[in-house]
């Protein structure tokens, strides 16, 4: 018998503006957790912390060491070996540990968060034991490889995508752009969940003058981006702001191309990693947020600046897309222009009266999507894969 069987047809379904009528058993596998901070290891903390109040049960399955509880909820570690090059980041790839560690959970549903390697062996598992099984697609690595001049993988990386996800119940992808991706490479059963945001810890409220007189002694424009600093976020592209009278360009994150970056672009302002208050004083401290990479699915980051009160400049490709609404919130730069970047950004140091009505735009472009709000919809995608509805996913409007 396989777990989901002792459940009855009859169950009541969860709905997504009241919440689900029954405690459900989550297991979440995730690639990485806890002690890194990632995207990745963001989202999960999310799901367990939602859930858990929503009074859901859950564990999380992650290679070790680390924390062996999180949130009142038990984290198991499986045997990991380093990845070479990446001090910290650890990868499982047992097979056997995990399998018995999903049967010890009892799940009602796998959440797999942006399965590769350990998600892969936790969906083959999934299917064998007949629970059923979402997966979060969160990372286009196809689209990183470009980025480390690695192209010639970019086809065999979409067949591996593909491979991956087919053998999940439902793919839940973060934007319009990543479901349209997936759908195109032959990966079914595909819907858009898109990210939550703290509208408590991101706001304008958090505004510090004092702050922005450091950055700015003499009243300049203070253009900010927040990420990590690596080859796929393509942060040189702020070297070209540099130029622009006027301005002070700020960087918050780290990462391999740190030193590199600060060599190239000396009169930038780089703080380093930042959380907590800090991390929402210096969004909501920004004039203008820019983000340079192309190759997201979502971006989180530009989320919380809009959140923050601060109007955004990405560009047209990928997750931005759903967010950043040109002309109301922000404007999309085109990543084939040369120019279009740093045009869209003297135009809106030049007008203030353009970037103050941007700005007066922001807050409420994501009001709807507080964290609760986000997770009762995944929820409501739960209770349909354990109840066994059947919803044509390729034909939702997303």
């Known amino acids: 018998m396989s777990i989901t069987d002792k459940h009855s047809a009859g169950a009541a379904s969860a709905t997504r503006s009241g919440g689900s009528q029954r405690k459900l058993r989550i297991t979440i596998v995730a690639e990485t957790f806890l002690p890194n901070i990632n995207g990745v290891t963001n989202s999960v903390l999310r799901v367990v912390e939602n859930m858990t109040q929503f ?26 070996f380093g990845l070479p090059g990446y001090a910290g980041i650890r990868l499982s790839r047992s097979a056997g ?39 979060i697609y969160q990372t286009d690595i196809a689209g990183f490889a470009s980025r480390y001049f690695l192209s010639v993988l970019k086809k065999p990386l979409w067949s591996y995508v593909r491979s ?15 479901t349209w991706d997936l759908r195109e490479r032959g990966v079914r059963n595909v819907a858009r969940w898109m990210r939550g945001v ?12 004092d702050l922005r007189k450091d950055w700015a002694p003499n009243g300049e424009i203070i253009i900010g981006y927040v990420g990590r600093l690596a080859r796929e976020k393509q942060v040189e592209r702020l ?10 360009v700020v960087v918050v994150g780290d990462g391999p191309l740190k030193k590199k970056l600060e060599k190239s672009m000396p009169s930038a302002r780089f703080v380093g990693f930042q959380s907590g208050n800090a991390l929402s004083q210096m ?40 967010l950043v609404l040109h002309g109301f919130n922000g404007y999309l730069w085109n990543p084939s222009s040369p120019v279009s970047l740093k045009g869209a950004v003297v135009e809106l140091v030049r007008h203030q009266v353009k970037r103050e009505r941007l700005a007066s735009n922001t807050r409420s472009s ?27 996913y390729m034909e939702m409007s997303v």
């Open 55 to 80: 009074g859901h049960e859950v564990t999380v399955i992650a290679p070790g060491p680390g924390v062996d509880v999180y949130n009142n909820s038990p984290v198991i570690r499986l045997s990991s």
């Open 97 to 135: 540990e995990l399998k018995q560690a999903i049967i010890a959970s009892q799940p009602d549903v796998l959440h797999v968060a942006a399965p590769a390697i350990l998600g892969r062996i936790a969906l083959k598992l999934a299917a064998e034991l007949g629970i059923p099984a979402v997966a």
């Open 164 to 178: 991956v996800h087919s053998r999940a119940s439902l793919t839940l992808a973060p934007s319009t752009a990543a």
């Open 198 to 209: 703290d509208l408590e810890r991101f706001s304008p409220k958090h505004r510090k003058e």
């Open 239 to 248: 070297q070209e702001l540099l130029e622009i009278p006027g301005v002070r």
């Open 283 to 322: 969004y909501a401290s920004f004039d203008l947020f820019v983000h340079t990479g192309v190759d997201e699915t979502f971006c989180q980051s530009v989320q919380e600046a809009l959140a923050s009160g601060v109007p955004v400049i990405a560009p047209a490709a990928g997750g931005p897309l759903d």
């Open 366 to 392: 994501i009001e709807s999507r507080p964290w609760v709000s986000v997770m009762r919809e995944l929820e409501g995608h739960y209770c349909s894969l354990i109840d066994g509805l059947e919803f044509a």
